[in-house]
């Protein structure tokens, strides 16, 4: 009750309507004779930015954002006063329980995910048939670009946020992130995204795709408004999230917990937190130019008028390639992490592994004109492209090999985890060598573009990121909930998932080699019994998720069956705390001796747990 | 295992409430642009089908016939009770011989690829303007243009002058008001779904003058859908 | 915790057992993929582009084949052979955390093939482009003398232009067999992309860029060319037929296009390798 009364998501989303109001309004201030709302905004940009923007942050003061500033600046001493310790109002509004925030999270991207995965089913259907039209064309281009759109946006954050933000504190052995707020911050600039991207239908949608590409995105009607907002938030958001996580992990370890003891998921977030900081600035630059192009008549990326598209491009992909090692990096840490676990080994080659997320991280800044290759970028550039990007392939074998030795003699249990942590290897393995063939310019010639470099992603990202997330889901959401997820239901949406999937794409690996373009709603009438036969696995694959979903909300909701406090045996600290984690972590702050991974090796759990009489505050 | 009332109708109103959702999405997006498509009637001379396809092309089409963008360019299409409808998703029989007039109600925008200010798979590649037959119009001129890609179709449409005493504002225009009248025949092969397109950007307000309605099914561009 | 179950000298060994399995798949597989499936991955062999490209997919499939061999064969082995048997008390597997030779061989060898790979890659680009598009000034230029065919991109149709014939354009691409081709690819509005498939030819049409693109074709075909970059509402439709015609076949056909070219050659602006019209033309 008392959360009603003060700044939660309902006074967020009042003063987030009141704010865009506001920004129309100065908007016309500035551009626009008053004439009627609706018919000015079809040619009014600014109203529809400023709209929006005005909306954000009124959205983030209804919150609650600005109440700790404001108290500072008046002189009140720092403080956690938001941490409030009980109650589900907690999780609708501004929490700085790094715990809360991770719940917050898997919610929250969750429902954008299924979100972009409804817009999926819209394009197979959209796709059973060369002829028939069941959305008018530019509208199935408004589906597609909110499919990546959304997918990618939700995702970058989809193992850091829920995981990240969850798990880094009680993995370090401290009670909190470096910086709560921002924190809580980077979650409600995620939801406010995802909202505004939505809302684009309302103003013709946006015929780009995910990548945005200028020119056309200068033509596009005002939808093309709310993308470029809406990955200007997710930028934002990304920004902080990687900022936050290194500055916990680097400053608030715990006593004893040395670099070399570091749990290997704290590494794949450092590696995915430093891209997340260098990569996303570049992202807000180049949308930001968009914007002006589009509000401000100017030129960045209009060739007549002394611009270029290339500019765009370049931009995009200085970011977009790292972005997709964003994705994939915290996938390979998430296996790394569990497989142990799960083979009762310890990890093998840890600083192999290590060395493979830095090299990851570090090279994927020196690969990105690989999606410009027959772009008429100098030919000069081809051939160093082509030899870095086949070089990234070499950190990322470090996975592989470490993961395959883990499991080498061990004792392995077929556990829902560690069947989508295998699962992984499969997925991955396909993803990456079809990546392979994608380096190679002279095949880059026919496959760029076309269905194979979307069947590649697909299996890098959903294979390779979402698999992974549904690992992590089945094996924290006990220590996270308190609950236990069923565990033959989860096996069934396993092995529905796993084959749905493969039937989906593995086909796209042909239509693509067959001719067929990306983005187009027609396709000559050869390749239809393929993309029927994808279609249908799609509504199965959509299926899977719908099952987990409902296993989710039965586990969760209904049977609540308490888990215990270290199902799978873990060594690893957080399960040798209570489920669900109490509010602050550590009774007494732990003191760690070696990395989580001493099966075989040492007696008992890696550090001193809480309340034993060995520790430090 | 009996779970509480209120959460079996949480979950329930919670479905209810996705599916109405989704519904309402599905729906915006399929209506956003779509029409049904507009059956052109036939008729037959000697045994071969023939149809007459008029069409008239406004600057502004004005609220009546879009209330949500009223300031778009637009074809429409003449139906048999003599309306003005705009539709431009058109039903054409296959095999058939197609005699099109179209109206011009609009000013010059101009021609990007001079190319294309030629007349090109009609009949004898050339077109009939105000009684004159002409085989090619100055680029610059171009008010707008019929194109089927497919068909490798293209016609430029004459403008109405730029001091034209007497123009039409808002659609439906009537014939009182000063138009250009273009004539042309083309024929259609086997069945499919042709989509055809204007390629003068006469979008004005947006980049290169393709945006908006150049963009937009149901204004400046639509389908032949030859059955 | 006690380390494997088993006494050490029970054990079978392992590694043996999977190196031999691999070795013997990959024998069996590796030439089966090279024989067969390699040469029939698109885009075949319509033109010496397109070889180059089935030339070098061909190779990078075979070399990916035994490592696809290696972890199907270890997978299988390890998730059958290494599995907790159902019932038994949950022990600990043997505390190996490293090594080194097994390190040093897979980074090694991913080294080398990844090497080879972008070496070869080099090498099949260099030869003659690659049917990619090089941009304006391309360093991978096969010898001899090249027809000239410009590649206009427009929202959203494929016009095409020969200025060895006067600045014709047409709508319909026609090109004459056994001959090497300069394929100039630009756009007048959004960023489109030219691709002939049977072809093996893709390079992107930006405004206000000459994308230069090589091409040798071969025999006489029709070939599908699509539009491979998002460039607004009818980028799926944005496609067409072209073909290669022999060399008498083509010249009739230039003459007879510079016939119906006559009446619009006059507004024609004259050949140029970028073009920038108004972008906004007479708005309103």
Redesign the interface.
């Known amino acids: 009750m008392r959360r009603l009364l003060g700044f939660n998501l309902l006074t967020g989303i009042v003063l987030g309507v009141v704010g865009w109001y506001a920004g129309w309004y100065a908007a016309h201030l500035v551009a626009g004779p008053s004439i009627d709302y609706?018919?000015d905004i079809?040619?009014n940009e600014l109203s529809v930015v400023l709209a929006y923007l005005g909306g954000v942050i009124g959205f983030l003061i209804g919150l609650g954002f600005l109440n700790y500033p404001f108290a500072r600046l008046r002189g009140y001493p720092p403080s956690l006063r938001e941490k409030e310790t009980q109650g589900i109002g907690r999780y609708f509004g501004l929490c700085t329980d790094h715990k809360v925030v991770g719940i917050q999270y898997l919610v929250g991207v969750g429902v954008f995910l299924f979100i972009g995965g409804?817009n999926a089913m819209?394009i197979r259907i959209e796709l059973l048939s060369p002829?028939?039209?069941?959305?008018?064309?530019?509208?199935y281009l408004?589906?597609v670009g909110i499919h990546g759109t959304m997918m990618m946006g939700m995702m970058t954050s989809g193992i850091l946020g829920p995981f990240g933000n969850y798990l880094i504190p009680i993995l370090i052995g401290a009670r909190r992130m470096a910086f709560p707020r921002i924190e809580a911050l980077t979650f409600w600039l995620l939801m406010a995204g995802g909202v505004i991207l939505e809302t684009t239908?309302f103003f013709?949608?946006f015929?780009t795709g995910w990548t945005g590409y200028g020119?056309l995105n200068?033509?596009?009607?005002p939808g093309m408004d709310c993308y470029i907002l809406f990955f200007a938030l997710v930028g934002i958001s990304m920004t902080l999230l990687g900022l936050n996580m290194i500055a916990t992990i680097v400053t608030m370890r715990a006593p004893g917990l040395t670099w070399t003891r570091l749990p290997i998921f704290v590494w794949g977030v450092i590696s995915t937190s430093v891209l997340m900081v260098l990569a996303a600035p570049v992202l807000i630059a180049a949308l930001g130019m968009a914007l002006l192009d589009r509000t401000a008549q100017t030129s960045f990326f209009?060739p007549s008028a002394g611009g270029s598209d290339y500019l765009y491009q370049n931009l995009f992909w200085v970011f977009g390639h790292p972005e997709v090692y964003i994705l994939a990096l915290p996938g390979f840490a998430i296996v790394l992490e569990i497989l142990p676990v799960f083979a009762r080994k310890p990890l093998w080659g840890y600083r192999l592994a290590v060395s493979g997320l830095l090299g990851v991280s570090l090279l994927s800044f020196f690969v990105w004109q690989h999606h410009l290759f027959v772009s008429g970028i100098n030919g000069d550039l081809r051939p160093f492209y082509m030899f870095s990007t086949e070089l990234i392939s070499i950190p990322t074998g470090f996975t592989f090999i470490c993961g395959m030795m883990t499991l080498w003699r061990g004792q392995i249990r077929y556990t829902v985890p560690m069947l989508f942590c295998l699962a992984w290897f499969f997925n991955f393995l396909i993803g990456g060598l079809s990546g392979v063939f994608l380096s190679d310019v002279p095949s880059d010639v026919t496959t760029h573009g076309s269905f194979f470099s979307m069947a590649h992603f697909h299996y890098t990202i959903v294979g390779g990121l979402v698999f992974t997330f549904f690992a992590a889901i089945y094996y924290w959401v006990p220590k996270m909930t308190g609950f236990q997820l069923n565990e033959r239901m989860g096996k069934i949406h396993f092995w529905w998932m796993f084959i749905s999937f493969n039937s989906t794409f593995a086909p796209l690996f042909a239509a693509g080699f067959l001719g067929m373009p990306r983005r187009v709603v027609?396709y000559p009438a050869s390749l239809q019994f393929i993309n029927d036969w994808v279609s249908v696995s799609a509504f199965f694959l959509g299926a899977s998720m719908l099952f987990f979903l409902g296993n989710f909300?039965y586990s969760l909701?209904?049977?609540r069956i308490p888990a215990p406090a270290n199902p799978w045996a873990s060594k690893s600290i957080e399960w040798q705390l209570p489920s669900p984690v109490p509010v602050y972590n550590f009774t007494k702050i732990p003191v760690f001796s070696s990395d989580p991974y001493g099966y075989g090796e040492s007696a008992g759990p890696v550090a001193v747990p809480a309340g034993a009489p060995a520790g430090r505050d | 295992?009996r779970?509480p009332v209120w959460?079996l109708l949480g979950?329930a109103l919670g479905i209810t409430a996705v599916g109405v959702l989704?519904g309402f999405?599905?729906g915006?997006?399929?209506t956003?642009?779509?029409s049904p498509s507009y059956t052109v009637p036939v008729q037959t001379t000697n045994g071969k089908p023939v149809v007459d396809l008029t069409i008239e092309t406004v600057a502004a089409v004005g609220p009546q016939l879009s209330p949500?963008?009223?300031?778009y360019v637009s074809y429409l299409i003449r139906n048999t009770k003599g309306q003005w409808v705009r539709d431009t998703v058109w039903k054409l029989p296959a095999n058939a011989t197609v005699h099109v007039t179209i109206y011009n109600f609009d000013g010059?925008?101009?021609l990007?690829?001079?190319?294309l200010?030629?007349p090109?798979g009609v009949d004898g590649?050339v077109m009939v303007v105000d009684g004159k037959t002409l085989?090619?119009i100055?680029?610059?001129d171009a008010s707008h243009t019929f194109?089927v890609?497919?068909y490798?179709l293209?016609v430029p449409v004459a403008p109405v002058a730029d001091d034209a005493k007497n123009p039409c504002g808002y659609a439906p225009c009537a014939l009182s008001y000063d138009h250009r009248t273009i004539q042309f025949t083309f024929h259609t092969g086997k069945a499919?779904?042709y989509?055809w397109?204007c390629?003068?950007?006469?979008a004005?307000?947006?980049?290169?003058?393709?945006?908006?309605p150049?963009?937009?099914?149901?204004y400046m561009?639509g389908?032949l859908d030859v059955v | 915790m006690s380390s494997s179950s088993t006494p050490t000298a029970a054990q079978p060994n392992h590694a043996r057992r999977v190196i031999v399995a691999w070795i013997v798949l990959s024998l069996i597989a590796t030439p089966l993929v090279a024989i067969f499936l390699g040469p029939a991955i698109p885009p075949g062999n319509a033109s010496v582009q397109a070889s180059g490209q089935t030339t070098d997919n061909t190779v990078m499939i075979t070399i990916l084949t035994p490592i696809i061999c290696l972890l199907l064969v270890f997978f299988v082995y390890a998730l059958s052979q290494f599995r907790k048997e159902r019932g038994a008390d949950l022990v600990d597997g043997p505390p190996l955390r490293n090594h080194s030779t097994v390190q040093f061989l897979w980074v090694g060898v991913s080294a080398v093939i990844v090497l080879f790979l972008a070496g070869f890659g080099t090498y099949e680009l260099l030869q003659n482009g690659a049917g990619g598009g090089q941009g304006p000034n391309p360093i991978a230029v096969p010898s001899g003398s090249k027809l000239q065919v410009q590649v206009?991109a427009?929202?959203?149709?494929f016009?095409y232009r020969y200025p060895s014939y006067g600045g014709l354009?047409t709508?319909?691409l026609v090109i004459p067999s056994d001959t090497l081709i300069e394929l100039h690819v630009t756009s007048?509005?959004?960023v489109h992309s030219f691709w002939a498939y049977q072809l093996g030819i893709k390079a992107d049409a930006n405004p206000g860029v000459d994308n230069v693109a090589f091409l040798k074709t071969k025999g006489p075909r029709t070939f599908d060319i699509h539009c491979a970059e998002l460039c607004?509402?009818?980028h799926g439709?944005?496609f067409?037929t072209g073909r290669v015609v022999p060399a008498g076949q083509f010249a009739a056909w230039v003459k007879q296009q510079q016939a119906?070219f006559a009446?619009?050659a006059q507004?024609?602006?004259p050949y140029a390798t970028e073009y920038y019209?108004?972008?906004?033309?007479?708005?309103?």
């Open positions: 609706f018919a079809d040619v409804l819209l002829t028939k039209q069941v959305f008018p064309a530019g509208s408004t589906i239908v013709g949608g015929p020119p200068i033509q596009a009607n209009i027609t909300i909701v209904f049977a | 295992m779970a959460k979950l989704i999405y599905a915006k997006l399929t956003e642009a779509g949500s963008h009223p300031d010059a925008s101009g990007r690829n001079a190319y200010a030629r090109q590649n085989d090619v100055p680029p610059e194109a890609p497919a490798g293209i499919g779904h989509r397109q390629f003068v950007p006469c004005a307000g947006w980049l290169y003058g393709f945006g908006g150049m963009q937009t099914i149901g561009d389908f | 206009i427009q929202q959203w149709e016009t354009e709508s319909q007048l509005d959004a607004g509402l009818w439709y944005m067409s119906l009446s619009v507004y024609m602006p019209p108004d972008p906004q033309r007479r708005a309103g």
